[in-house]
């Protein structure tokens, strides 16, 4: 019988029982309820799976039940011609996918799946190696432990203290701001939205050369143990480039405000400054010099492997202009020529820019000694060679900035009252 649509009292009472050969499927009808109709479900269990199906006619419920009944009558079939080894299969292959809570035709389907991927007989082969790469196969290295190993593999590595104490500021920032993080934690958005937000220690955002900087030590301790087998992809892999520096984007002062910053100079600052402008020193290599290392006799500067950035000694040349400005302010030979910590250089420098009315720039005094040194000799190595740096970095960086006038203005800097400067030995 067919019907449209029923109110509650046409509503049939009781299930309808659809019968074919030794199947029967039961439809439950549906009482009408405020602004529904009434309807006819079936519990569909002919693919080995629940599933309920809705009608809105008690006709179209019968002929879906009589198909349903078809479907199972077909595998009861099946099923009884099955010889007693492939019922013994079937039934094996039921219990090996039961931990999983699959049935045998969804198992089945997923093989198929990763057959098409990798080849029927690779597919065992694809899944061990898997789950070797995978993290959850890996022991959870807390961030900070996995730093520690780190830093003590280098350092029996020949790297340099310089180099070392440089991972170790970098690395110990990265494990202070993911505290209880393990190394497999991190994915590539993880590291890029850190870098994204680093700032300078007065709050500024950090320059795109720190975050460079930044990124490839980061980079280093990732990659280290993606080769040892404790991470399956090093996650700095994918980070965004930030575009290469060009010569436009160097800062450096011009004649006038470095000679203004050396006037705002406190005391315990100007020795450290004054090498890094006119002899090109790292901030930390000035900070960290003793006066036993400033050589007036011959004029040079020795930057020792524990001072210096990279893992060599340099003799950098010392113009008259920084002897005249140390010469009053040398101290004795085991003295640092910066008493304070050497983290606290830069600040001093900034003070003193703002004192001078002097706008900051990063590195200024460095990029200030190799942008005038390049103009005034023309020798790219010979640069190179003095700022510890690469032939390849002077030549695409600093080239043309300047012209020789400033060049020869700038290193001209002397103190207010030039002293008479003569040759002294160094103090004991």
């Known amino acids: 019988m067919t019907s449209s649509t029923r109110t509650d009292s046409q509503s049939p009472a009781k299930p309808i029982a659809v019968t074919l050969g030794r199947t029967t499927v039961t439809i439950y009808p549906r009482a009408a309820e405020r602004g529904r109709n009434a309807r006819w479900n079936i519990a569909d269990y002919s693919t080995g799976k629940r599933r309920f199906l809705s009608f809105p006619t008690e006709k179209e419920a019968k002929a879906e039940a009589n198909r349903i009944a078809a479907r199972i009558n077909a595998r009861?079939?099946?099923?009884?011609?099955?010889?007693?080894?492939?019922?013994?299969?079937?039934?094996?292959?039921?219990?090996?996918?039961?931990?999983?809570?699959?049935?045998?035709?969804?198992?089945?389907?997923?093989?198929?799946?990763a057959a098409k991927l990798v080849g029927p007989h690779n597919v065992v082969t694809a899944c061990k190696a898997f789950a070797k790469r995978s993290p959850a196969s890996r022991a959870r290295l807390p961030l900070s432990e996995a730093v520690a190993d780190y830093l003590r593999t280098k350092s029996t590595k020949g790297r340099s203290p310089r180099h070392l104490q440089d991972l170790s500021s970098r690395l110990g920032r990265f494990v202070a701001d993911h505290s209880g993080k393990a190394l497999a934690d991190f994915a590539t958005e993880d590291v890029q939205r850190w870098l994204d937000h680093l700032t300078r220690e007065d709050g500024a955002p950090a320059s795109a050369q720190s975050r460079r900087n930044f990124a490839t030590v980061v980079g280093g301790l990732f990659e280290h143990f993606r080769r040892r087998g404790s991470l399956a992809e090093n996650p700095c892999k994918d980070l965004e480039r930030e575009a290469t520096r060009n010569g436009g984007d160097i800062a450096f002062w011009t004649p006038a405000e470095a000679?203004?910053?050396?006037?705002?100079?406190?005391?315990?600052?100007?020795?450290?400054?004054?090498?890094?402008?006119?002899?090109?020193?790292?901030?930390?290599?000035?900070?960290?010099?003793?006066?036993?290392?400033?050589?007036?006799?011959?004029?040079?500067?020795?930057?020792?492997?524990?001072?210096?950035?990279?893992?060599?000694?340099?003799?950098?040349?010392?113009?008259?202009?920084?002897?005249?400005?140390?010469?009053?302010?040398?101290?004795?030979?085991?003295?640092?020529?910066?008493?304070?910590?050497?983290?606290?250089?830069?600040?001093?420098?900034?003070?003193?820019?703002?004192?001078?009315?002097?706008?900051?720039?990063?590195?200024?005094?460095?990029?200030s000694f190799v942008t005038y040194h390049v103009a005034l000799?023309?020798?790219?190595?010979?640069?190179?060679?003095?700022?510890?740096?690469?032939?390849?970095?002077?030549?695409?960086?600093?080239?043309?900035?300047?012209?020789?006038?400033?060049?020869?203005?700038?290193?001209?800097?002397?103190?207010?009252?030039?002293?008479?400067v003569v040759p002294m030995p160094a103090r004991a």
């Open 377 to 420: 000799t023309g020798d790219v190595a010979r640069v190179a060679l003095d700022a510890g740096n690469s032939p390849n970095v002077i030549h695409g960086h600093y080239r043309g900035l300047a012209t020789t006038g400033d060049a020869e203005r700038f290193f001209s800097i002397r103190p207010v009252e030039t002293p008479n």
């Open 259 to 367: 000679e203004a910053l050396l006037r705002a100079m406190p005391s315990v600052a100007l020795p450290a400054f004054v090498l890094s402008l006119f002899c090109g020193l790292r901030s930390a290599e000035a900070a960290r010099l003793t006066w036993a290392s400033v050589n007036f006799e011959q004029r040079h500067v020795e930057v020792r492997i524990g001072a210096a950035k990279t893992a060599s000694r340099r003799l950098v040349p010392l113009p008259a202009a920084a002897v005249e400005w140390l010469l009053p302010l040398r101290g004795n030979a085991k003295d640092r020529v910066y008493s304070e910590h050497e983290s606290g250089l830069p600040k001093r420098v900034s003070e003193a820019a703002k004192a001078a009315g002097v706008r900051r720039v990063e590195n200024g005094a460095r990029h």
């Open 76 to 113: 009861d079939n099946a099923g009884a011609s099955m010889t007693g080894a492939e019922r013994a299969l079937l039934l094996r292959a039921t219990e090996l996918v039961a931990p999983y809570e699959f049935d045998v035709q969804t198992a089945c389907a997923l093989f198929a799946e």
